[in-house]
């Protein structure tokens, strides 16, 4: 004979809910019933004609065991099946979740940087298979970015909140902004916008020529510190035109 289903919801999106179990249905046609014992598979779960227990979401094989007077006893299993209802913005509702996003609002050409993107539920009902992105706008601003432009960050219940970090490189000179955003099932729970501006990075140029002399032994009246020196420069941080002209 096949299990009879009993589908729940989970009204409150906390991942589990109450149920009432009652037996007072039993019959015992040669004597009377003195126990009632309910389990899940080989975990008792509570004993007596009627009683309540919490169920997370998903599906539930729960047994009940009558005793007889004369010790004789028999089973009956139903499904309890709690189901999560997913909740996403519709037109005219409040926001189902709230993104932000901290990171520098500008960065030197070569540098590294770091940008979270933060997303809150603000409903009353849980965010399941959240995504969080991060987009520049030129992309030619940055480059490595990473992770990629979206990131899977799992369920949210009401009130909690969860990060993604995107690190990045500062590439081209120039302004833009980046957005951030937040998605559940394909549908937009809410976006950041916010500006960035990738600057050119300025070093000491005197610093640089009295480095490259020195390596080179052309320091006027100072010799280099150490014989075989070479400083390491970075043609990322430097603009080579103009190093050139230092070293006539």
């Known amino acids: 004979m096949e299990e009879p289903v009993y589908p729940l919801t989970d009204n409150d999106g906390d991942g589990a809910e109450m149920v009432g179990l ?3 249905g039993s019959t015992d046609s040669d004597g009377n019933i003195v126990a009632n014992q309910w389990s899940e598979g080989t975990t008792s779960l509570g004993s007596g004609v009627n009683f309540s227990s919490s169920f997370s979401t998903g599906p ?5 065991t009558v005793i007889d007077n004369a010790g004789d006893s028999s089973t009956d299993t ?6 999560t209802v997913i909740t996403v913005n519709t037109a005219g509702a409040s926001p189902q979740g709230s993104v932000s996003i901290s990171g520098p609002s500008s960065l030197n050409r070569g540098d590294r940087a770091s940008f979270t993107v933060t997303l809150t539920n603000t409903g009353s009902s849980t965010i399941a298979g959240a995504q969080l992105s991060f987009n520049v ?3 030619s601003l940055l480059k490595n970015v990473s992770p990629g432009s979206s990131v899977a960050v799992g369920n949210l219940t009401p009130g909690s909140s969860v990060s993604q970090s995107w690190n ?11 957005t951030a955003g937040a998605s559940s099932d394909a549908a937009t729970l809410d976006t950041m916008i916010r500006s960035l501006t990738v600057i050119k990075s300025f070093l000491n140029w005197a610093g640089i020529r009295s480095a490259v002399q020195a390596s080179r032994g052309q320091t006027q009246g100072h010799a280099p510190t150490r014989t075989g020196m070479h400083p390491l420069m970075r043609c990322e941080r430097a603009e080579w035109r103009q190093d050139a002209s230092l070293l006539g």
């Open 168 to 178: 990045v490189r500062g590439d081209n000179e120039g302004s833009g902004n980046i």
């Open 22 to 24: 009652d037996g007072s």
């Open 60 to 64: 539930h094989s729960v047994t009940l």
């Open 78 to 83: 139903a499904v309890i099946t709690v189901i």
């Open 137 to 139: 706008t030129p992309n």
